[in-house]
């Protein structure tokens, strides 16, 4: 294939991987506004994390998983795999009695979700020339502006006028349509050529997913439990079984934050803990704190939409000029900067408009800087394993977004539990996402200069060259 991502040979399969990410996007600001509504029909209050829960834990198992098989059988099947069991889970949740099958449907599509993450920068590695990926990594986050915009209050209108289990279904048709577009467009490209012999079969790459999804599941819950015993143990045996499953699912060296490669899938995990563990409290500050309007919250979410697509076209216009690490540092910094900003709105003297403005900087940051580290972790990705490093690259951002949020709602419950106010919680969750967000600079400076660079500089590796795709 020649040319860029809208060349004759490509249209189609640009068109199929926006419409399919923008589907998931709209499911992702959907589901979350309508829950409530769902759980007032239902009942199971004390249920309710879990349909967050359930998703992430298959969220991650689902990730890894498609990315070894798009890299062994090739993306189409996993994209096949994905696209039914987004759409199944949504099926099962849309006609669930009880919260119970909700729960179960959710993991069902998080399973599938994974698998469409992992499969969509798969597809970018391998069906697009180098010069294409950075318009296409733009183009991949260009498709959450409009659900982030109009996402949430559309799901509202929909579950107010037909109820809320058309939120959930009216979101399957499209999804089918989309997979069926890009499906045969992926299936021609078939299985990667490694240049290698993998580190691990799939059966143990099974074993590490699950490994790490029960021990972040573990590691989460320890979070919220008051007896020390418990929540050590908890700490304890969820650590162990993490990091046994996370070493063998990242590049060699990463825990020990080695330069290059390895330091980009670091990065990518404290951006997301820093920027979703910040922007999960912005409309609680805005609103339980100020005595903002719920609009004026939702206001501050959507400029960070927007500018992080901003972001990402940036990415596109700089990727040619060699300037890979400095973007990833600039975009680090600016999102620490943002929190900064938003975090002044709990000063009762500051405008609480200010959330808007500094969380719009937090969104620019963002797109600067993770979609720099996508074109990184393509770029650098060895022959054949696209979809490891695609998977790498979904993991981490779903390790951090989970980790992040969870940590700031361990501190709220606190607020919660009356052993804190609100405004203080909330501050020493700024605090805390600002230190993380100064770690992402520190290790943003070990990321490689250019990916094609290193790509070419490589050694071998058992006595085969490294190839860019």
């Known amino acids: ?129 180098s010069s294409a990926t950075p318009r296409m990594i733009a183009l991949i986050s260009s498709a959450w502006v409009v659900p982030g915009l109009v996402g949430p209050a559309l799901a ?71 007896s020390l015993l418990p929540a050590v143990a908890m700490l304890a045996i969820g650590g162990w079984l993490a990091l046994g499953g996370v070493r063998h699912l990242l590049p060699p060296g990463s825990l020990r934050l080695a330069p290059g490669r390895p330091s980009v899938v670091i990065v990518i995990f404290t951006i997301a803990f820093a920027f979703f563990g910040t922007e999960a409290f912005v409309p609680l500050t805005v609103v339980e704190v100020r005595g903002g309007s719920v609009t004026l919250g939702g206001i501050a979410l959507s400029a960070a939409a927007v500018t992080w697509a901003v972001g990402s076209w940036l990415q596109d216009r700089a990727a040619n000029a060699g300037m890979r690490r400095t973007l990833v540092t600039i975009g680090s910094a600016l999102i620490g900067a943002g929190i900064g900003i938003t975090a002044l709105v709990l000063m009762p003297s500051a405008p609480v408009f200010t959330a808007a403005i500094g969380w719009g900087i937090a969104g620019l940051g963002m797109g600067l800087a993770y979609s720099m580290l996508a074109l990184l972790m393509l770029e650098t990705s060895t022959r054949g394993e696209e979809g490891f490093s695609s998977a790498a690259l979904q993991l981490m951002f779903t390790l951090g977004t989970a980790f992040g949020a969870g940590v700031g709602g361990a501190v709220v419950a606190l607020a919660d539990e009356g052993r804190l106010e609100l405004a203080p919680a909330l501050a020493i969750i700024d605090v805390g996402m600002l230190v993380v967000a100064a770690l992402a600079v520190l290790v943003s400076l070990r990321v490689p200069r250019n990916g094609e660079a290193v790509r070419r500089e490589a050694p071998l590796q058992h006595g085969v060259p490294l190839e860019h795709p």
Do not use: H
């Open 156 to 226: 509202g209108i929909v579950s107010d006028a037909l109820g809320w289990r058309w939120v959930f279904l009216g979101i399957v048709p499209p999804v089918l349509v989309m997979g069926g577009v890009v499906y045969p467009q992926l299936a021609r490209l078939g299985a990667a050529v490694p240049v290698s012999q993998p580190a691990r079969s799939d059966a143990g790459r099974a074993v590490d997913a699950v490994r790490l999804a029960l021990g972040a599941t573990l590691l989460l819950a320890a979070l919220t439990t008051r």
């Open 1 to 129: 294939m020649t040319g860029g991502a809208w060349a004759p040979d490509r249209r189609l399969l640009t068109t199929g991987l926006i419409g399919l990410v923008t589907a998931a996007a709209f499911e992702g600001m959907a589901v979350p506004t309508v829950m409530p509504a769902m759980v007032n029909d239902l009942g199971g209050l004390d249920l309710y994390g879990w349909a967050f829960s359930a998703f992430w834990l298959t969220n991650i198992i689902g990730i890894t998983l498609a990315g070894t098989d798009a890299d062994r059988r090739g993306p189409g099947r996993a994209l096949a795999i994905g696209v039914v069991l987004f759409a199944a889970g949504m099926v099962v949740s849309g006609v669930a009695g009880s919260m119970l099958q909700v729960i179960t449907g959710r993991a069902i599509q998080g399973f599938g979700s994974g698998a469409i993450g992992s499969v969509v920068y798969a597809a970018i590695a391998r069906a697009y020339p």
